[in-house]
């Protein structure tokens, strides 16, 4: 049994990822996490683990020893879920498609190329080197 609440938290978070930690943080999901503990193992994979329910931050691991909790600076307060970042993922392309799929007739119809009637092709005088 777990001593604290904490350890607990940390044995129910079962998804696992492994990543690199770069001089600017942890990339996950589309999110930087950062944390000032994370400074000395930049270029050293480690392994995070997070709550499906709450991303807005993640427990990073170091051959299985925790090393700390990683936060993103971008929505600090704000509990995100997974699903909530598919979902809105989703919903972007949706709209970029639709107005992909919009612009489209219109840029055809307006490059159809105008077919102008070709030039007749004017007769080239024959000339011989005895006509000289």
Known sequence: MPESLEELDGLLLTVPKHRTVQRDGIHFQGQRYLAPTLAPFVGHPVTIRYDPRDISEIRVYD??????????????????????????????????????????????????????????????????????
């Open 63 to 132: 051959h299985d020893t925790f090393v700390c909790v990683a936060v993103d600076e971008a929505h600090p307060n704000l509990r995100l879920s997974l699903r909530d970042i598919e979902t809105a993922r989703r919903a972007r392309r949706r709209e970029l498609r639709q107005a992909i799929n919009d612009r489209i007739p219109a840029v055809a119809a307006r490059e159809e190329p105008h077919q102008a009637a070709p030039a007749p092709r004017r007769r080239r005088l024959r000339t011989y080197e005895e006509d000289g």
